[in-house]
């Protein structure tokens, strides 16, 4: 066999290989009668330290540490003629600890009734004792308007196919403006074994390009892991952890870096 008919072959083999590759479809959906355990743990370390040789503020740092706990229990009923369905949230414990104080968020113990209809939800109606109008409102909102954590492409993927989304997320600076950043996540199919579909997660982080930030730098980098199941069209697991560095200059004398750790822990039982 010459070289041009080696090459040939090559080709037509890897075309019939990724044509006989299967595809996955990525959808997160809310379905009828099923109960959904929602928990999540989350906390972060902001180090900030001053780049000076002003005698008040050299080698000065200060430290925050904040952690937030919650379980969420979303429970949906028989689908209606309508093709809706009734849907029940309850909020269990809210806890937030800075700095080793812990309080307990008045959200705690509020229960939301609502339906479901094309994978929206129509509130009617937020329950608390702890909560003024103004806050029941504003859960109101959030659960109608809420974005799925990740947005899917609605092509379907096969196994090492990648997709990209973008968060913005604001650190706060002392003395200065707040910083706004973009994260750039990337997500690989890694594999696909009894329905549960595993990809592997990378983050970028970059200052964001939406607005002009002057005497900002930014950078660092995340990774991750995300479980979808495919059968239950849910996300099941979705962990992360990012580092961040920040340099903000105030003057020509002082320069701010702020160091931001990361973890967030998400995790979703389906019965």
Same mark, same amino acid.
């Given at each position: 066999?010459? $070289?041009?008919?080696?090459?040939?072959?090559?080709?037509?083999?890897?075309?019939?290989?990724?044509?006989?590759?299967?595809?996955?479809?990525?959808?997160?959906?809310?379905?009828?009668?099923?109960?959904? =355990?929602?928990?999540?743990?989350?906390? =972060?370390?902001?180090?900030?330290?001053?780049?000076? *040789?002003?005698?008040?503020?050299?080698?000065?740092?200060?430290?925050?540490?904040?952690? #937030?706990?919650?379980?969420? $229990?979303?429970?949906?009923?028989?689908?209606?003629?309508?093709?809706?369905?009734?849907?029940?949230? *309850?909020?269990?414990?809210?806890?937030?600890?800075i700095n080793g104080s812990k309080t307990t968020n008045p959200i705690s113990g509020t229960i939301v009734k609502g339906t479901?209809?094309?994978?929206?939800?129509?509130?009617?109606?937020?329950?608390?004792n702890d909560l003024d109008e103004k806050t029941k409102n504003g859960i109101k909102y959030a659960l109608e308007n809420v974005?799925?954590?990740?947005?899917?492409?609605?092509?379907?993927?096969?196994?090492?196919?990648?997709? *990209?989304?973008?968060?913005?997320?604001?650190?706060?600076?002392?003395?200065?403006?707040?910083?706004?950043?973009?994260?750039?996540?990337?997500?690989?199919?890694?594999?696909?074994?009894? @329905?549960?579909?595993?990809?592997?997660?990378?983050?970028?982080?970059?200052?964001?390009?939406?607005?002009?930030? #002057? @005497?900002?730098?930014?950078?660092?980098?995340? @990774?991750?892991?995300?479980?979808?199941?495919?059968?239950?069209?849910?996300?099941?697991?979705?962990?992360? =952890?990012?580092?961040?560095?920040?340099?903000?200059?105030? @003057?020509?004398?002082?320069?701010?870096?702020?160091?931001?750790?990361?973890?967030? *822990?998400?995790?979703?039982? $389906?019965?």
């Amino acid at each position: 066999m010459n $070289i041009k008919n080696y090459v040939l072959s090559i080709i037509i083999l890897t075309s019939f290989i990724s044509c006989g590759q299967e595809t996955f479809e990525f959808k997160s959906e809310i379905n009828p009668e099923k109960t959904y =355990s929602l928990s999540m743990n989350m906390s =972060s370390t902001n180090r900030v330290n001053y780049l000076t *040789e002003n005698s008040e503020l050299k080698g000065k740092t200060a430290e925050s540490n904040n952690s #937030t706990k919650m379980t969420r $229990i979303t429970t949906t009923k028989e689908i209606m003629n309508n093709d809706s369905f009734p849907a029940i949230i *309850e909020y269990g414990q809210i806890i937030t600890t800075i700095n080793g104080s812990k309080t307990t968020n008045p959200i705690s113990g509020t229960i939301v009734k609502g339906t479901y209809f094309d994978n929206k939800l129509n509130v009617k109606e937020v329950l608390s004792n702890d909560l003024d109008e103004k806050t029941k409102n504003g859960i109101k909102y959030a659960l109608e308007n809420v974005k799925p954590d990740i947005d899917f492409p609605k092509k379907p993927l096969k196994i090492g196919d990648s997709f *990209e989304h973008n968060m913005p997320m604001t650190i706060p600076i002392e003395g200065a403006n707040p910083v706004k950043i973009e994260i750039i996540k990337t997500f690989t199919l890694k594999s696909v074994k009894e @329905n549960i579909a595993i990809f592997i997660l990378k983050e970028t982080i970059q200052l964001s390009t939406q607005i002009e930030q #002057t @005497n900002v730098t930014a950078n660092g980098d995340g @990774n991750g892991i995300v479980e979808f199941d495919i059968n239950e069209n849910q996300i099941i697991k979705n962990n992360a =952890s990012f580092t961040i560095e920040v340099n903000v200059k105030i @003057n020509d004398d002082i320069t701010v870096n702020s160091i931001v750790n990361s973890n967030s *822990e998400v995790e979703t039982k $389906i019965e």
